[in-house]
């Protein structure tokens, strides 16, 4: 990896994206201290994690992509063991393991060996063990790999859930999960920082991505002909035909604002039947794929 | 500390609540019962009235140590090498804590279960100082020998499970050189001269005999104590590799 360089702010949700093997995880485990660059900084909060990596730790959460447990402790006796582990005080650790238990729907599994538990639960124990101690920071590798449709929403609301309080992390390369949880993403491709903003301002940046989509019924020809030369419009894609009414057009503009209003007064004057306007932003997956490239 | 105290008794739980330690155990006093009944047998037929430590305890010691270094390799093999093979190890090594604390309280809870099994044994001299006074003060030198080669061979085995994923493999790769240490210094009659000054000097055998017979050396203390420090800090070197290695 090499010329890695970004900031998350305090309470900010942050995205790391990036296809397999584009150094996400290897990065999170040097934010963490489990590996150490050989040059660069990581810092937590001030601290340096090289230099003190047992307080940065301190206010550190790691979810790894692959959550292994102890498989013959139950749920309650491996948090209470991460409780100590992570040195809280043994008067407050049996608090601490309910509250971490109840934030992530676990209790009903407490007295469960975890070797049982299903990948989603096993997912939920490994997000409980982040949370324990409180710390200011989580970082969430892949936190919804390999969860069921509904076990994956309910990941997501936890996390959003954390955002705001707390710092996070995450990668992933569901590029909907970023949309919807992150206020920031970073963009890593083989080794190295292609993009980062948040998700609107990348959207921005990338000048003519925006475009309306137009569904007329009407002489395909004369139709396209018309929409390209409303002003602002720099391209007229034809779809496909597809089970709807009508042809579907795909304009590209700068600004997509007044070609929509543009497009209603040309289309009705017409007499032509104007089905549907609508604008898309540039989809993240678009983005990203530009991005990578 | 208090993440030193958590691991030792996850350790020790893991230890006592899995039954290879009592497989272990029952094992290890059924040997060394075995041994201690029949060199006593020996002794009263044909030693009898000559000095105990020599012709019995020191018999009884040697047959004891061949059962810890039967019984360490299978009480090291899975400390790390199970924790890297389920992968545990990684998140192990990110809570807040050193490396040291780690090894530490896996070697302290490793200790304790040898030195329970060493207990166990300390019945033999009891039960026969009742029977037969003799002094025991020579006889704990003995078992203080017998701790010492165990904290030694545990380090090594820790220092063996901290390299591979297979406990099957850890448990040979402890076994064997423990073995050859032993044996080493037995051919040294063949051998005269320089390498045998050396072989002399690494054997496991010439370093715990004169504990066997109540004589405790300082030369030989600070050569099990090099041994047990020197795998220790094997052991987080190899720990530390996962920085170059670039994997768990």
């Excluded at chain 2, 423990?178 to 072989?199: K, M, Q």
């Amino acid at each position: 990896m090499a010329d890695v360089s970004f900031t998350v702010g305090r309470g900010e949700v942050a995205a790391l994206l990036g296809p397999y093997g584009s150094g996400k995880s290897t990065l999170m485990r040097c934010l963490i201290g489990y590996f150490s660059p050989t040059s660069g900084h990581v810092r937590v909060g001030g601290i340096d994690v090289g230099e003190d990596p047992v307080a940065a730790r301190r206010r550190l959460g790691y979810l790894p992509e692959q959550v292994t447990l102890y498989p013959d402790l139950t749920v309650r006796r491996y948090l209470a063991f991460v409780a100590g582990a992570k040195g809280l005080a043994s008067g407050g650790r049996r608090a601490a393991v309910d509250d971490a238990m109840a934030r992530c729907a676990l209790a009903h599994v407490a007295d469960q060996r975890t070797g049982t538990l299903s990948k989603g639960y096993r997912q939920r124990v490994g997000l409980a063990q982040a949370l324990l101690g409180d710390p200011e920071v989580l970082v969430l590798d892949e936190p919804t790999v390999g969860l069921d449709p509904v076990q994956t929403v309910e990941l997501r609301e936890l996390v959003r859930g954390l955002g705001g309080e707390r710092t996070v992390l995450l990668s992933t390369h569901v590029l909907h999960e970023a949309a919807v949880l992150c206020t920031r993403v970073v963009i890593l491709s083989r080794g190295r920082l292609v993009a980062e903003d948040t998700p609107a301002e990348l959207a921005r940046r990338l000048e003519g991505a925006a475009h309306v989509v137009v569904r007329v019924e009407g002489p395909a020809g004369e139709v396209a002909a018309v929409l390209a030369a409303l002003p602002g419009v720099t391209a007229v894609e034809p779809q496909p035909a597809d089970a709807g009414a009508g042809m579907a057009f795909v304009l590209r503009a700068p600004d997509a604002a007044p070609v929509q209003r543009a497009v209603a007064a040309a289309v009705v004057g017409r007499g032509w039947t104007l089905l549907e306007v609508r604008t898309a932003g540039p989809a993240l997956e678009e983005l990203f794929v530009r991005a990578v490239r | 500390m208090r993440a030193f105290v958590a691991l030792l008794r996850k350790e020790l739980r893991h230890y006592f609540g899995s039954p290879l330690v009592y497989l272990v155990g029952a094992a290890f006093l059924a040997y060394t019962g075995y041994a201690f009944h029949a060199d006593l047998i020996q002794f009263l037929t044909f030693g009898f009235g000559l000095n105990i430590m020599e012709n019995l305890w020191q018999v009884v010691f040697l047959d004891v140590r061949l059962a810890v270094l039967l019984a360490v390799p299978l009480l090291t093999m899975r400390l790390l090498a199970e924790e890297r093979r389920l992968g545990t190890l990684e998140l192990l090594l990110t809570y807040p804590m050193t490396d040291r604390v780690v090894v530490a309280a896996k070697l302290v809870a490793c200790l304790v279960v040898l030195a329970a099994l060493l207990a166990c044994t300390f019945v033999y001299p009891l039960w026969l100082n009742v029977l037969q006074p003799f002094p025991l003060a020579p006889v704990v030198a003995g078992f203080l020998g017998l701790f010492l080669l165990a904290a030694g061979c545990a380090a090594y085995g820790l220092f063996v499970s901290a390299c591979t994923d297979s406990q099957v493999l850890a448990s040979f790769l402890t076994l064997m050189p423990l073995l050859i240490l032993w044996f080493l210094s037995w051919n040294e009659a063949t051998s005269p001269g320089g390498p045998a000054r050396v072989v002399e000097a690494v054997s496991l055998f010439n370093h715990f005999q004169p504990f066997t017979v109540g004589v405790i050396d300082a030369r030989d203390v600070f050569y099990f104590l090099m041994l047990a420090g020197g795998f220790t800090w094997g052991t987080l070197r190899v720990l530390e590799a996962r920085q170059w290695r670039g994997r768990r």
